[in-house]
């Protein structure tokens, strides 16, 4: 009845809906808002940028050239910190095996390392370089290290197929065995020799069937302890000889 006799009256009825309208805007720009603010304080602010790195793990590499591997800037953000290129980075030093690399959050990097450790060392005129278990030389030295069997191979390194066959036999040896071992070699991959501290040689032959050889040396070393210019060739297990 009211709307009627305003209408008829020439009076155009008030609209409707338009403080609900002005709400919406209100609302999604007080949203937009806070996002925008986030976002800046995410990505632009100084709240969350790197303060500290952190580094454990390490014996052989100093601290300071871990850190300066990592590209790192002391300063910049936490959040667009790419953490695979750190560790590839860190990863990329010589006597590094492996590397984790995690934020700490809010302004802390933390890289932790596991170094090589050198297993055996090879001999080149006055230089001893000492390698690890994978064929990558840790350290060189002029004298050489106690308690590393001699590596014997013609071109010691990880792409060099004896060093590699050498290295999978003495990966498979109990610890309690390598202790015995004063050298393993190679002329190739099919052809692994060790030496013992007691003088026995053993002609391993190829890196497989470890377990059955490792059985067949320790019986037949026990017997031949003490005798001059021993051989053991378990090299194919099924016959074994001796002389």
Not at 20 to 49: D, H, N, P, Q
Not at 83 to 107: F, L
Request: no cysteine; net charge positive; glycine share 8%.
């Amino acid at each position: 009845m009211i709307d009627a006799t305003r209408a008829a009256a020439g009076v155009a009825p008030k609209a409707r809906g338009r403080p609900g309208r002005w709400k919406a805007i209100f609302v999604t720009a007080l949203v937009l808002g806070v996002f925008g603010t986030s976002a800046w304080v995410v990505f632009e602010s100084r709240v969350f940028v790197v303060r500290q790195v952190v580094v454990t793990g390490t014996h052989l590499v100093p601290k300071s050239q871990v850190i300066a591997a990592t590209g790192v800037r002391v300063g910049g953000s936490m959040i667009k910190l790419d953490t695979g290129t750190v560790a590839d980075r860190v990863a990329g030093i010589q006597q590094i095996e492996s590397v984790r690399v995690e934020r700490r959050w809010p302004t802390t990097l933390r890289i932790e390392v596991r170094e090589r450790v050198p297993a055996v060392v090879a001999v080149r005129g006055r230089r001893y370089y000492q390698i690890d278990r994978f064929g990558v030389t840790v350290l060189t030295t002029s004298a050489r290290p106690r308690g590393l069997p001699e590596l014997a191979v013609g071109a010691p390194n990880p792409g060099d197929p004896a060093t590699a066959a050498a290295l999978a036999v003495w990966r498979g040896l109990p610890e309690r065995f390598r202790r015995r071992v004063a050298a393993i070699g190679a002329t190739d991959p099919e052809e692994v020799t060790l030496r013992l501290k007691t003088g026995i040689s053993v002609i391993w032959g190829a890196p497989e069937r470890a377990a059955e050889k490792l059985r067949l040396v320790e019986a037949l070393a026990a017997t031949a302890t003490g005798r001059s210019a021993h051989t053991i060739d378990v090299s194919s297990p099924e016959v074994v000889t001796t002389r």
